[in-house]
């Protein structure tokens, strides 16, 4: 899951390659709900051997009410931190995040 840098906007996706996904999230290369909300922080993330049971928990997941979402999220990340730089990136800038308001 995605979100921007207010944390008022989820996107929920699946990718064979987190990574080339973040990038290309992160550069804009795909017009649409991601880059019109600007979602290139990286606050959630699941691992699946088989793409099959990743579509079906990425629909699973997107059918759920914001609440429950933050709740998943905050069992992994809860202060919302930005899971990329820490599994990827060497030197990521800085994105000017604000505190997440409840």
Same mark, same amino acid.
């Given at each position: 899951? *995605?979100?921007?840098?207010?944390?008022?906007?989820?996107?929920?996706?699946?990718?064979?390659?987190?990574?080339?996904?973040? #990038?290309? #999230?992160?550069?804009?290369?795909?017009?649409?709900?991601s880059s019109k909300y600007r979602t290139h922080i990286l606050v959630w993330y699941e691992a699946f051997d088989d793409i099959t049971y990743a579509i079906e928990r990425e629909k699973q997941i997107k059918r759920w009410r914001r609440e429950k979402k933050?709740?998943?999220?905050?069992?992994?990340? !809860?202060?919302?931190?930005?899971?990329?730089?820490? *599994?990827?990136?060497?030197?990521? !800038?800085?994105l000017g995040l604000r505190p997440r308001s409840e």
């Open positions: 899951m *995605l979100t921007n840098q207010y944390r008022n906007v989820l996107y929920v996706g699946v990718t064979s390659d987190l990574e080339a996904r973040m #990038h290309q #999230h992160r550069n804009g290369w795909f017009k649409g709900f933050n709740r998943l999220i905050e069992i992994m990340n !809860p202060f919302w931190d930005d899971l990329y730089e820490s *599994l990827y990136a060497e030197e990521v !800038p800085q």
